[in-house]
T-cell receptor, first 112, second 111 residues
Framework: GQSLEQPSEVTAVEGAIVQINCTYQ??????LSWYQQHDGGAPTFLSY????GLEETGRFSSFLSRSDSYGYLLLQELQMKDSASYFC?????????????FGTGTKLQVIP | NAGVTQTPKFRVLKTGQSMTLLCAQD?????MYWYRQDPGMGLRLIHY???????AKGEVPDGYNVSRLKKQNFLLGLESAAPSQTSVYFC??????????FGPGTRLTVT
């Protein structure tokens, strides 16, 4: 089966940089996605890595190492509005279908 | 372009009652998903569909059924609701499977 591990909580200062790690175990791995969810809201897609390396989208970057079954989300120039939960999600092949499994999420608190 | 919509937004059921949650998307996506989210548990996949007329079980399918008769709609049914099914239910759709667009969620309470 699939399993993902990410820290449950992270606190960082406004303007700083924070890294949220995700390790996974799965077979038939296709790629790793990241989602953001504010309290009371729906998850929104941030980024996707299918190949090793760094993908950058504005203040957010995501990294993947397939050989280490590891990825991270990097948030730069933190803003108060970045306080939210962040989920990594593995896309893999199971039972002949592609599907996505989410981690339990990392709650990020940005403090002044 | 409404994206992904869910009906209803809130519902309270008594144990043993049945209900259907409706998810609709207007992006012509092949993939659709139903998740439940409980505090500290993240998103758990209930059922999913990779195209019209197809469905597959996810991590926590027991007590739920689904149907995908039309490409734009994905229905989640609870035949006999139980308090353990109290949760927030999210529907999502995707073109290629990795970039999912989520609906606003349905908050269900079973008493």
């Amino acid at each position: 089966g699939q399993s993902l591990e990410q820290p449950s909580e992270v606190t960082a200062v406004e303007g700083a940089i924070v890294q949220i790690n995700c390790t996974y175990q799965t077979s038939g791995f296709y790629g790793l996605s990241w989602y953001q969810q504010h309290d009371g809201g729906a998850p929104t897609f941030l980024s996707y890595n299918a190949l090793d390396g760094l993908e950058e989208t504005g203040r957010f970057s995501s990294f993947l190492s397939r050989s280490d079954s590891y990825g991270y989300l990097l948030l730069q120039e933190l803003q108060m509005k970045d306080s939210a939960s962040y989920f990594c999600a593995v896309r893999d092949l199971a039972g002949g279908y592609q599907k996505v499994t989410f981690g339990t999420g990392t709650k990020l608190q940005v403090i002044p | 372009n409404a994206g992904v919509t869910q009906t209803p937004k809130f519902r309270v059921l008594k144990t043993g009652q049945s209900m259907t949650l409706l998810c609709a998307q207007d992006m012509n996506h092949e993939y659709m998903y139903w998740y439940r989210q409980d505090p500290g548990m993240g998103l758990r996949l209930i059922h999913y569909s990779v195209g019209e007329g197809t469905t597959a079980k996810g991590e926590v399918p027991d007590g739920y059924n689904v149907s995908r008769l039309k490409k734009q709609n994905f229905l989640l049914g609870l035949e006999s609701a139980a308090p353990s099914q109290t949760s927030v239910y999210f529907c999502a759709s995707s073109y290629k499977g990795y970039e999912q667009y989520f609906g606003p969620g349905t908050r269900l309470t079973v008493t």
